[in-house]
């Protein structure tokens, strides 16, 4: 069992900065690909970013490099740092875990925590 608690979420303006992070507790951490995803309302839960278990390799949706996924395999983490944030980033946003590897199907995390709401004013 893996236990996960986002925090960080927030309201900022648009073009503003945001910073989430990711506390797990139980099992080993350190083996598990993190990700995170967002759900919109009314939309499908979507993948943001993952990074792998070692933290030596990352994946992003956003292709304008404004996100960037790190863990700390000590403390036992995960953040997410956004930048240039719009208002189409309104969503809350969750971290998950799975054991191994990092993928964009949110039906492969095992593990979920229980969601930080970002909202993005114009």
């Known amino acids: 069992q893996v236990q996960l608690v986002e925090s960080g979420g927030g309201l900022v303006q648009a073009g503003g900065s945001l910073r989430l992070s990711c506390a797990a507790s139980?099992?080993?951490?350190?083996?598990?690909?993190m990700g995170w995803f967002r759900q919109a309302p009314g939309k499908d839960r979507e993948f943001v970013a993952g990074i792998t278990p070692s933290g030596a390799n990352t994946r992003y949706a956003d292709s304008e490099g404004r996100f960037t996924v790190s863990r700390d395999n000590v403390q036992n983490t995960v953040s997410l740092e956004m930048n240039r944030l719009t208002p189409e980033d309104t969503a809350v946003y969750y971290c998950?875990?799975?054991?191994?590897?990092?993928?964009?199907?949110?039906?492969?995390?095992?593990?979920w925590g229980q969601g930080a709401q970002v909202t993005v004013s114009s």
């Open positions: 139980g099992r080993a951490f350190s083996e598990y690909a």
């Open positions: 998950a875990a799975n054991l191994g590897f990092v993928t964009t199907n949110p039906q492969a995390y095992d593990y």
